[in-house]
């Protein structure tokens, strides 16, 4: 399936490469940089790119292009899947997937492609299996190696990929044995210049940091299991009692692992915590633009609205920004046209507001096009669905974990059209 | 070079020989050539330091290739491993060994194989599966032998082993489709717990299994199309109406096909896009029509994800949303576009909203593209244009809001709005000239400031077309034309050709001496495209004296009425391919590609398909097996595991007596339908489960002895696993179809514990109706039986339609003699005297027990008690599992792990009193053998004997 990977960095150098069958040249690469240049914009490289003898499926992250070389028919979200899983191992191993954390591991890096695809199919991708396998690197584990020449290659077998329970770690032990549960929800959202909502839905996460001795069974229910409409699970989940009861039970693996991606369903209206007044206006002929933006909370069920951020694309035609926040700092590139207003809190007593003018290049004529507004924020100890943890139950070990749940709300793709 | 290197991997340091492959390493990532180290590194192949060992093992397969003769040195430590009592170094020689590109060793290669797979360790055997299309791929000659491997492996029941043995069929042989039907069943219903591209490559290979083998279910859909374009062939519509009466049979879905469908759905909820998306394009190419709807919510969930994965999915939905509008309906703002999204990703959105666009909702799209006409990033722009056009050709309703939306672009600032606005106008007007000659004079206004060649082409070609609407301006345009005619591009210049000649034909008063000018410029063009058209339209259109029989036709050719364009999506009737495929991405077909074959006409066989159905669940006694089936049954594994693993032998001691005794009412529930074991299954295991409690290990071990088909648990150490032995069932007839009239009946024995009494003896029973009608109220009436023998009937089935087939479960307690059970099988109609006679080997179920506890109780069983014979092993019965499945086929008696390698145990118990059956084969070098049987039961060890001796020695 998968016959080589090359590591790409974003000023078009190879910098790592991995073959599981025959070597392949790096040359092939070349039909991916033609596509690079190409795309106006990093990430409008095509994922699949045909060549006479194979073809390129690349994913992009980090900045760093992950380009897998296949040979033949395959599913191209296979490849792709399987490509983000090893991004995800390695920001998992060293806490970043940059390239210097990736030249300074290459070694780990090496070790891990070697396990993960056996002869180009994936054989191994559960962290909990791989940190088995290879132990991620520390500081202190690289000062011990160095001095007593010990490895980072597990001296153990890995039974756990014998395991029945495939995700989970055998021999499991803490001393202070705690799960910790956050509901995370964003809203996407598109609003239309009169402040009208054109679409909006919530789509939630639970990511859970589990660290339990022993093999611990857990349940967890809802309050309103009603309000998820679609979910995905973590292969854990036994689905056969969710169907059944809406009940999450699940043996978890150890550490960090998403448990659950849901969609609150359509028909509930989604609450907007925030909304924007804005006036940007360009006139005919003149070389100034007025930018009025205000923001204020709305739905925010007494809760704050917090680490505000708009950004917004002004049109080419934008040469500089003169703007007065009234909190929070700005910032314009007039090479990108890029703005962005670090808010911070929203006080509903004082609406934070970004007021100015924009110089135009002299002589041309207005834009046509209006820009939008992208905004970002947080609130805490919300769910915006009102989704709620009824209960959180271990069975099958004897000690008392310690339990919590957090909520939070954040914007996802949250839109402003003006 | 390199000589530091070469001197740290001599050293005698483990520490230096690391650092020195951790460098060499470091090289191969950054793509230098490093193979001159070979014959120092290979040196260490066999080194104690199990990371250097793993190092080195990279640097072996990377360079192998290279170095033949060289790496040839290190194949004797892989060929010690392949024999290693631990597991993971066999199979992780087995995996190095058949990485390694070395043409000279693929006979070793294919006999590591072979063995591993048929190695007791699940995880081996999985590692063989994976090394199968490695060998292949280096020699395609192995192709028979590998087939006959992966045709071994294809039985294999556990999840571990089902995803990688797939992937090498998909590799080697996907035209077999014939191996899978034996295992269709079972890899339904292991599906839900393969690891996940495992699930991928599985679902892939059975969505085109299934169009080879049952009916299409939307077949009456097809079937309309159908009839219409007969129709319309008047000649062939009578043929036609005879199709249709003679096909008009009622649809009925194969149980099998409903299986597939039900056992891929709960997969929509995986966290993996791949397996999302496989199930998808399953449902797209499977499901009846109406079903394809559920898979609609999970794509639209993949939008979320990463933007490569939008990407593909956008291609896959845009396809779909071609055939199956009404799936994507409800989420029609989910592909509403954002300004921070990718051109590409936009561009697909686009797609599936023009696709998407119906008379109700054309208003809102038309809307959403009203606002992203005003985007900065103009290709965006250019592509909604042409979204635009898309929708007026398709939804007449808006046709003439969508012209005069894009006559007010062509007033944009921006020239490739304008310019592409005029080549989608051009399309549209054609559809209905007359109504819009202002719109042609407005556009032919544009020529002067518009400079996009396409554009001002289609400008031209407009006016030429229509020039009869448009009389007064169009010899002006061709005035203006003319003076500018070298400077402009090719594409241009053509049209301008066209137009003179048109204006030549309807208006030759005022156009003559300009259409003669720019002939005669197009004569001296650089370009021979022009200069060749210009001589082909002179000499049509001017009347010469040798008059040219083409011109009295000119205008017949030129103002030919030509048929309006068809703006059509470039993703229309992409689902020849397989969605999800790299086929169906690029629109082309990729290497490999296996073509999704059409439906059947009439449905294959479905039989080939019955494993004598109970096998699947029926592993033998030892059988330490991996569940199936289904995922919640995680907390069952939790305890399995937890306690196997730590098992000591007087605790299995214990077992091996009690194990069958303890049969757990709370399972009653579980039997009957066979075709849906796995669920039932479950629940009473969990039921089971609870009643027992969780921490009572030993107990729950009985259990799952007791429902052993439904647990594999994987023991860590290989001492204590016993291979699993797989043998088919074999099936007896009940009654024929003829003295059934019709109705056929079979039984087998399902070797699994009958749920509501111990004692009795599970006969699974298939009914298959033959006859035109239904057949109702079967049932079992008037047992005539021994006394001491019991009888325990199926439910009543009330109905068995034409051609269906049934199976159902009965439970005979035979009082541990082969006496037949007689009686009458009813019908509504009729009854039939029918018997079952047990085979003796039927009479007991297996018996877990270790090889001193067999010993001890074979002590107790001498004398009066033992018959031993000596036979000569058959010809087809040399290797280890072959006797151990001869054996096991003769009777349901389980294998007994054993020191040595000549001697096969085995155990079991009779029924009815719990007599101990003990096996023993003993192999000699010359091919003979010695068959002990131990029972208190002599009549039973006798007649098993025979049976024993007469399997082996075929």
Not at chain 1, 94 to 102: H, M
Not at chain 1, 259 to 283: D, E, G, M, W
Not at chain 2, 384 to 406: F, H, K, P, S, Y
Not at chain 2, 865 to 884: H, P
Request: glycine share 4%; net charge neutral.
């Amino acid at each position: 399936m998968i016959h080589s990977l090359f590591l790409v960095n974003s000023s078009g150098d190879i910098f790592l490469e991995k073959h599981w069958k025959s070597v392949v040249s790096r040359s092939v690469c070349d039909y991916f940089f033609e596509a690079q240049e190409r795309a106006s914009e990093p990430e409008n490289v095509p994922p699949v790119i045909p060549t006479p003898h194979h073809y390129l499926i690349s994913v992009l992250r980090h900045r760093i292009y992950f380009v897998a070389v296949i040979q033949s028919e395959v599913p191209p979200l296979f490849v792709i899947e399987f490509l983000h899983r090893v991004v995800d191992t390695f920001q998992d191993y060293f806490g970043v997937c940059t390239e210097a954390a990736i030249k300074d591991n290459v070694v780990v890096v090496y070790e891990l492609l070697e396990e993960m695809l056996d002869n180009g199919f994936p054989l191994a991708t559960e962290s909990n299996i791989l940190k088995e396998l290879i132990k991620p690197p520390t500081i202190l584990r690289t000062v011990v190696n160095t001095i007593t020449g010990s490895t980072n290659v597990g001296e153990q077998l890995p039974t756990g990929q014998l395991s029945v329970v495939p995700w989970r770690r055998t021999g499991v032990k803490y001393t202070n044995n705690e799960a910790y549960f956050d509901v995370v929800e964003e809203i996407d959202a598109i609003i239309d210049k009169s402040g009208s909502t054109i679409t909006a839905e919530i789509q939630g996460v639970i990511d859970a940091c589990v660290k339990l001795s022993g093999m611990p069974d857990l349940t967890l229910s809802f309050m309103n299991p009603r309000l998820l409409d679609d979910v995905s699970f973590h292969p854990c989940v036994r689905f056969k009692r969710w169907e059944a009861e809406r009940i999450l039970s699940f043996i978890p693996p150890d550490g960090n692992f998403r448990l659950l991606s849901y969609h609150v369903s359509s028909q509930n209206l989604v609450a907007i915590p925030v909304y924007v007044k804005h006036n940007i206006t360009f006139r005919e002929g003149s070389s100034q633009g007025r930018f009025e933006l205000t923001l204020g909370p709305k739905q925010t069920m007494g809760k704050a609205v917090e680490s505000v951020l708009v950004s917004s694309q002004l049109p080419r035609g934008v040469l500089n920004v003169n703007l007065n926040p009234s909190q929070g700092t700005y910032t314009f590139d007039p090479v990108t046209k890029l703005l962005s207003w670090d808010v911070g809190k929203i006080n509903p007593q004082k609406l934070p507001s970004l007021k100015g003018s924009m110089s135009l290049q002299a002589g041309a004529s207005k834009p046509d096009e209006n820009p939008t507004i992208n905004i970002q924020f947080k609130i805490q100890q919300m769910a915006i669905s009102g989704l709620k943890v009824n209960r959180l139950d271990m069975y099958g070990e004897k000690y008392k974990p310690f339990k919590g749940i957090k909520y939070m709300t954040k914007a996802g793709k949250f839109q402003v059209r003006t | 070079v390199h000589d530091d290197l070469k001197e740290m991997l001599d050293s005698n340091k483990d520490s230096l020989k690391l650092e020195a492959m951790k460098r060499i390493v470091a090289m191969m990532a950054r793509g230098k050539n490093a193979s001159d180290l070979f014959p120092a590194v290979v040196k260490n192949v066999a080194c104690k330091n199990i990371e250097v060992k793993k190092l080195v093992y990279v640097y072996l397969v990377r360079y192998a290739e290279e170095q033949q003769d060289l790496a040839l040195l290190s194949i004797s430590t892989f060929q010690r491993g392949l024999k290693d009592p631990n597991q993971l170094i066999r199979a992780s020689a087995l995996r190095v060994l058949s990485s390694i590109r070395v043409t000279i060793i693929i006979p070793i290669m294919m006999l590591a194989i072979k063995d591993a797979a048929s190695d007791m360790s699940p995880y081996v055997r999985k590692t063989a599966a994976h090394a199968i299309p490695k060998l292949y791929s280096l020699d395609p000659e192995q192709k028979e032998p590998l087939i006959e491997v992966i045709e071994k492996l294809l039985a294999d029941k556990t999840t571990l082993v089902a995803g990688s043995v797939v992937m090498a069929f998909e590799g080697v042989c996907p035209e077999r489709i014939d191996l899978i039907h034996k295992n269709y069943r079972k890899l339904c219903n292991l599906l839900i717990d393969v690891e996940e591209w495992g699930q991928v490559v599985i679902i892939n290979m059975l969505t085109r299994y299934a169009r080879t083998q049952f009916l299409n279910p939307n077949a009456n859909e097809v079937l309309l199309e159908e009839g219409e374009e007969k129709e319309f062939y008047g000649s062939d519509e009578e043929e036609g109406k005879e199709e249709k009466v003679e096909k008009k049979k009622p649809y009925v879905m194969d149980p099998d096909h409903r299986l597939l469908l039900r056992n891929t759905k709960p997969l929509l909820q995986s966290r993996n896009a791949a397996v999302v998306m496989a199930v998808a394009q399953l449902y797209f190419h499977l499901a009846p029509k109406a079903e394809v709807g559920v898979t609609a919510k999970a794509l639209v969930r993949l939008l979320r994800s990463h933007s490569e994965v939008q990407f593909v999915v956008l291609q896959n939905v845009a396809t779909m949303s071609i055939k199956r509008k009404g799936m994507f309906e409800t989420y029609l703002k989910s592909f509403y576009i954002r300004s921070t999204d990718p051109t590409q990703i936009k561009v697909l959105k686009l797609e599936v909203l023009t696709n998407l666009a119906t008379e109700t909702s054309i208003s809102i799209i038309l809307r959403e593209f009203q606002t992203y006409i005003k985007s900065m990033d103009k290709d965006f722009v250019a592509a909604t244009i042409q979204a635009i056009g898309r929708c007026a050709t398709n939804i007449g309703e808006v046709r003439d809001t969508c012209l005069n939306g894009l006559v007010q672009l062509l007033s944009n600032r921006d020239e490739l709005v304008v310019a592409e606005s005029v080549v989608v106008i051009k399309k549209l007007l054609q559809m209905q000239p007359e109504q819009h000659s202002d719109i042609i004079k407005h556009m032919a206004k544009l020529i002067e400031n518009i400079q996009v060649p396409m554009a001002r082409a289609s400008i031209l070609w407009l006016i030429g077309e229509y020039c009869e609407h448009v009389p007064k301006i169009a010899p002006d345009v061709l005035r203006k034309m003319a003076k500018s005619f070298t400077s402009e591009e090719d594409i241009v210049k053509l049209q301008i050709l066209n137009l003179a000649a048109k204006l030549y034909l309807t208006n030759s008063k005022q156009t003559k001496l300009l259409t003669q000018y720019v002939l005669n410029l197009a004569k001296y063009d650089q370009n021979y495209d022009i200069r060749d058209r210009a001589r082909f339209i002179r000499q049509l259109i001017v009347p010469t004296d040798k008059g040219g029989a083409l011109s009295k036709y000119a205008k017949k050719l030129f103002l030919a009425l030509k048929p309006a364009p068809i703006l059509e999506s470039p993703f229309k009737d992409r689902d020849h391919f397989q969605l999800g495929s790299l086929s169906h991405l690029l629109n082309v077909k990729a290497g490999g590609y296996q073509e999704l074959p059409d439906w059947p006409e009439t449905a294959p066989d479905p039989s080939v398909r019955n494993v004598e159905v109970m096998d699947a669940v029926c592993c033998h006694g030892n059988c330490n097996s991996k569940r199936v089936g289904e995922r919640s049954s995680g907390e069952e594994r939790r305890t399995a595991k937890k306690t196997t693993e730590p098992r000591s032998e007087s605790e299995s001691e214990e077992e091996g007596k009690e194990s069958s005794s303890e049969s757990s009412e709370s399972e009653s529930e579980s039997e009957t339908e066979s075709k849906e074991e796995s669920e039932p299954d479950t629940e009473a295991k969990r039921n089971a489960k609870k009643k027992v409690g969780v921490s009572n290990g030993l107990e729950l071990l009985k259990l799952f002895w007791h429902s052993r088909v439904l647990f594999v648990c994987i023991l860590p150490c290989s001492a204590q696993t016993i291979s699993p032995t797989f043998s088919s069932l074999k099936t007896y007839e009940l009654l024929h179809r003829l003295t059934g009239e019709g109705l056929a009946v079979g039984y087998c024995f399902g070797r699994q514990p009958f749920v509501r009494d111990p004692h009795m003896v599970t006969v699974q029973i298939q009914f298959t109706n033959h006859m035109d009608t239904e057949a109702r109220n079967l049932r079992v009436r008037e047992p005539r039986l021994q006394s001491g023998m019991r009888i325990k009937e199926f439910p009543e089935i009330e109905v068995l339609p034409p051609g269906e087939t049934v199976t159902t479960v009965m439970g005979i307690d035979f009082c541990d003699s082969t006496q037949a059970a007689n009686f009458q099988l009813c019908t509504h109609t009729r009854k039939f005297c029918v018997s079952i006679q047990p085979p003796v080997g039927e009479l007991m179920a297996p018996v877990f027990m270790l090889e001193n506890e067999f010993k001890k109780e074979q002590g107790q069983l001498m004398g009066m008690n033992e018959i031993k014979e000596t036979l000569v092993l058959g010809e087809a019965c040399q290797s280890d599992y072959a006797i151990v499945q001869r054996v096991t086929a003769a009777a349901n008696v389980g294998q007994v792990p054993c020191g040595s390698d000549q001697e096969y145990r085995f155990a079991g118990k009779t029924m009815t009193s719990n007599s101990l059956v003990l096996v023993t084969v003993i192999t000699k070098r010359d091919r003979t053998a010695q068959l002990t049987v131990n029972c208190e039961k002599m009549v039973i060890g006798t007649m098993l004997v025979k049976d024993i001796l007469h399997a082996l020695s075929q």
